[in-house]
């Protein structure tokens, strides 16, 4: 890395920065669209820019940086991202710097010498880095010449992956200036555009609104039942032309069991948030150098990975937006090479999402009940707690209810909150703040299955969904609508016996509020294997005969997820499923005319509700530790200025006191631990742990 930043004069005119295409970045010409962004923001005009992924949106902030000289502040919501930007253009002899958690506080000190020094062509940050006492200060002192905002959806809280630290910016910018500054985004439809621009307070800005259309990507849905999708994903990358591939799954195990499963065809491997840094940054390389053929990644944890020779993206499970699997198929094709993406869903994806969805949001008359709670006088969250479930009204609100409800209470100003964790209660508006968000989350939802179910051109109906009327009126002619060439997941009619079969399952639910799979599996006369009991559930839900539901009760202080299958009205009807065509899988063996009927049996009932689990109880030497957890967990709210509960809920804070785990991977274990919190806060509180251990 060079000792010093480049030094590059200021200068707007087409042929200086054609010029600076060449001989910095390796470029004869730019790319469609391009160079009218990189004028404007030579020319110092504030800007918003929405492209795909794969289109050159990066150097549409890298080269006007270097044109206008002096540093460039880019703030990136991604470690993985960061650290790739950072080793692209430090192989093009830019100085770079980074400042994120994921480094030693030295390296970090060093960062902000240089970048006072004048040394760096580009500082790359961290959101968070921002609540940092002083840092914004420092960062003014030296004023950029360029401010990029990267991934600038995640400041909008109708984006598909907000951020809070990220909405925060627009306060800081005002000291940065008169730098423009270009927020860049390859998934934002009109109103998270409108909601970015407000937010950064960018009045003048330009919009940029490019080439959402993906002319070589090739689009299929298919349904398939859950326990099918790992044998069809290694059948459809058996082929070597479809490789490399991207796999996106739904969770960490399932990305982890696809993994070993695919590595029976080819060169695979998983990656996700749970892994240690060192097995992430090997997979990310070897997957980058062609060691590996196909990564099975979390959908949650974006990859940072900029490969342009991916040939196929294979979603496991349907995507919780739209904005989001645009972003993740846009990484298919980015040579311009013919590629592919298969998006595989089923029913049990909706209800998975449908699940989540009333975990994050809680009815709206439970969250009333925890603000009538809330009094002038401030009380302790967990004496508010302890006071609604002692009511017999609102014995329903169990802990976990209660933490999200003063959650989303204090985002929305119905609760206050200090460092303290006393509560007191706040404006009576928050009501339409929360029910807007929660119907525009669940309305995201809705826009996907509507997606899935479509019966338009695919790619035609991303375009249309980001606000391009007039290309969104193009078909592709690629996709599953416009050349069905045949599904991966082929269908043919069901047979005489699985409609038999499929009554056998509506006379097992009449009369009763609903039944786990797993003991419907038990007591459905014959020898229904679980696949064929889910594919048959698959197809009566979609009949609107029957819903399945995820529940949950709680064993030995361990939640237990399960899917409740219930009747509707439809199938209340007698021999209802035999006036139907089903369709079914064509690789599922057609199942025999006759069955052996079994014995009823008790075993595997699931209880539909089941009791809240008791407190833990802690010993001597935990409860020193939790003490010790929350006084770090004080000094690091009033750094971010915000509550102790926003950094961890007591419930969270308490578990990790009795496990005092000693690895980002056991501290993945601790419920409320998402890989977010381990990431932001896990090497703190590993260090807490580690200093109580060594006390006791």
Known sequence: MPASAVAIPQSADSSSLRDLLRRHFGFASFRTNQEAVCRAAVDGEDLLLVMPTGSGK????????????????????????????????????????????????????????????????????????????????????????????????????????????????????????????????????????????????????????????????????????????????????????????????????????????????????????????????????????????????????????????????????????????????????????????????????????????????????????????????????????????????????????????????????????????????????????????????????????????????????LVLHFGDLADGKVRCGLCDFCHPTGSSARQRPATRGEIEDMQAILDSLRGIPGKSIGRLLKEVPGDLTRKQLDTYLAALAKAELVSVEDAEWIKEGETILFRRVSLLSNGQEPEAALALQFQLPADMPPAKGSRTARPFSSKGVSRSAAPESEPIQLSAASQQLEQALKAWRTVTAKKLGMPPFIVLFDRTLRAIAHSCPTTPNQLLEVPGMGPAKVEKHGAEILAVCHQASTQS
């Open 58 to 461: 990066s150097l549409c902030y890298q080269l006007p940086a270097i044109a206008r000289g002096g540093t460039a502040l880019v703030v990136s919501p991604l470690i993985a991202l960061i650290e790739d930007q950072c080793a692209k253009l430090a192989s093009l002899g830019f100085k770079v710097a980074r400042i994120h958690s994921g480094l030693d506080r030295a390296i970090s000190r060093q960062a902000c010498v240089d970048y006072l020094n004048g040394s760096l062509n580009f500082l790359f940050i961290a959101p968070e880095r921002l609540r940092v006492p002083g840092f914004p200060e420092m960062l003014a002192k030296r004023k950029p010449a360029l401010i990029a905002i990267d991934e600038a959806h995640c400041i909008s809280q109708w984006g598909h992956d907000f951020r809070p630290d990220y909405r925060m910016l627009g306060q800081y910018l005002p000291a940065l200036r008169p730098a423009p500054v270009l927020a860049l985004t390859a998934t934002a439809t009109p109103s998270v555009q409108r909601d970015i621009l407000e937010q950064l307070g960018l009045t003048q800005a330009r919009k940029f609104i490019h080439g959402f259309r993906r002319s070589n990507l090739a689009i299929e849905v298919s349904e398939v039942p859950m326990p099918m999708r790992g044998d069809l994903i290694c059948e459809l990358l058996q082929d070597p032309a479809r490789r490399p591939a991207i796999v996106y799954a739904p969770a960490r195990k399932r990305a982890e069991e696809i993994a070993v499963q695919l590595g029976q065809v080819c060169r695979a491997a998983a990656y996700h948030a749970g892994l240690p840094a060192e097995i992430r940054e090997s997979v990310q390389q070897k997957f980058q150098s062609g060691q590996l053929d196909c990564v099975v990644a979390t959908i949650a944890f974006g990859m940072g990975i900029d490969k342009a020779d991916v040939r196929t993206v294979i979603h496991a499970a349907l995507p919780s937006t739209l904005e989001g699997y645009y972003q993740e198929i846009g990484r298919a094709g980015r040579d311009g090479l013919p590629s592919s993406a298969i998006l595989i869903h089923s029913w049990a994806d909706q209800r998975t999402h449908d699940f989540f969805l009333k975990r994050d949001y809680p009815p709206i008359d439970d969250v009333h009940k925890v603000f009538n709670a809330l009094g002038a006088d401030p009380r302790s969250l967990d004496e508010i707690r302890a006071s609604l479930a002692s009511s017999p009204t609102t014995l329903h609100i169990d802990e976990e209810t209660f933490a999200k409800a003063i959650e989303k209470l204090f985002i929305h100003g119905g609760a206050n909150v200090d460092y303290n964790n006393n509560a007191t209660r706040g404006a009576t508006t928050w009501t339409k703040p929360y029910t807007r968000q929660s119907d525009y989350r669940r309305n995201q939802l809705e826009l996907v299955q509507k997606y899935v179910d479509g019966h338009q051109c695919r790619m035609a109906a």
